[in-house]
């Protein structure tokens, strides 16, 4: 079956440290990869997503690349600011079924 | 119109009560979905909608009862639930199968606590 596994946090940095939130996954076929934010007290919102091996989602100075070859998908960031407190989901669909498979989460936490 | 509104934002209700979560979104998305988040765990499927009619049933308590009146609307009926199934109940739609890359939407969802 689809599964994902992600560092386990909470990852706590300085504002303007630079972020790696690791993110590998197990798949039949070619899945479709994502990475969601929540922040306190909202719902899931799609920061990035990739569709295919080498293919790099990226959005709000968030960037991570499909690597087929090391089932990998890291979340990086050059410079976090304390508004990216959040808890990070990095998620694979598959044509396997009508659903996300989600990773544990990563809470980061950004200190001014 | 890129939103998933949820109501009520919370709710608490006792093991003997019958209540009702609702979902609406309006962008004419044809598949629509039922999470459950437990504090500090990621979301859990329970049930999805398609061109409304139930296409997954995650293996859910008969407690919880889904509900899908029209395209738009997305409701959760609970009936004696226990301690246990207090959690953040999450709603979220897609234009197309969630397998096939689809992006979700979600709401902000229902803080729900049973007594």
Same mark, same amino acid.
């Given at each position: 079956?689809?599964?994902? =596994?992600?560092?386990?946090?909470?990852? =706590?940095?300085?504002?303007?440290?630079?972020?790696?939130?690791?993110?590998?996954?197990?798949?039949?076929?070619?899945?479709?990869?994502?990475?969601?934010?929540?922040?306190?007290?909202?719902?899931?919102?799609?920061?990035?997503?990739?569709?295919?091996?080498?293919?790099?989602?990226?959005?709000?100075?968030?960037?991570? =690349?499909?690597?087929?070859?090391?089932?990998?998908?890291?979340?990086?960031?050059?410079?976090?600011?304390?508004?990216?407190?959040?808890?990070?989901?990095?998620?694979?669909?598959?044509?396997?079924?009508?659903?996300?498979?989600?990773?544990?989460? =990563?809470?980061?936490?950004?200190?001014? | 119109?890129?939103?998933?509104?949820?109501?009520?934002?919370?709710?608490?209700?006792?093991?003997?009560?019958?209540?009702?979560?609702?979902?609406?979104?309006?962008?004419?998305?044809?598949?629509?979905?039922?999470?459950?988040?437990?504090?500090?765990?990621?979301?859990?499927?329970?049930?999805?909608?398609?061109?409304?009619?139930?296409?997954?049933?995650?293996?859910?308590?008969?407690?919880?009862?889904?509900?899908?009146?029209?395209?738009?609307?997305?409701?959760?009926?609970?009936?004696?639930?226990?301690?246990?199934?207090?959690?953040?109940?999450?709603?979220?739609?897609?234009?197309?199968?969630?397998?096939?890359?689809?992006?979700?939407?979600?709401?902000?969802?229902?803080?729900?606590?049973?007594?």
């Amino acid at each position: 079956g689809n599964s994902v =596994t992600q560092m386990e946090g909470p990852v =706590t940095l300085s504002e303007e440290a630079f972020l790696t939130i690791n993110c590998t996954y197990t798949a039949t076929g070619y899945p479709s990869l994502f990475w969601y934010v929540q922040y306190p007290g909202e719902g899931l919102q799609l920061l990035l997503k990739a569709t295919k091996a080498d293919d790099k989602g990226s959005n709000k100075g968030f960037e991570a =690349t499909y690597r087929k070859e090391t089932t990998s998908f890291h979340l990086e960031k050059g410079s976090v600011q304390v508004s990216d407190s959040a808890v990070y989901f990095c998620a694979l669909s598959s044509n396997a079924g009508n659903m996300l498979t989600f990773g544990g989460g =990563t809470r980061l936490m950004v200190k001014p | 119109d890129t939103e998933v509104t949820q109501t009520p934002k919370h709710l608490v209700m006792g093991m003997t009560n019958k209540k009702s979560l609702k979902c609406e979104q309006h962008m004419g998305h044809r598949a629509m979905y039922w999470y459950k988040q437990k504090a500090k765990k990621p979301p859990e499927l329970m049930f999805v909608y398609s061109y409304e009619k139930l296409s997954i049933n995650e293996s859910v308590p008969s407690r919880f009862s889904p509900e899908c009146p029209n395209s738009s609307l997305l409701n959760l009926h609970l009936h004696a639930l226990q301690p246990e199934d207090s959690a953040l109940y999450l709603c979220a739609s897609s234009q197309g199968w969630a397998g096939s890359g689809e992006k979700l939407f979600f709401g902000s969802g229902t803080q729900l606590s049973v007594l």
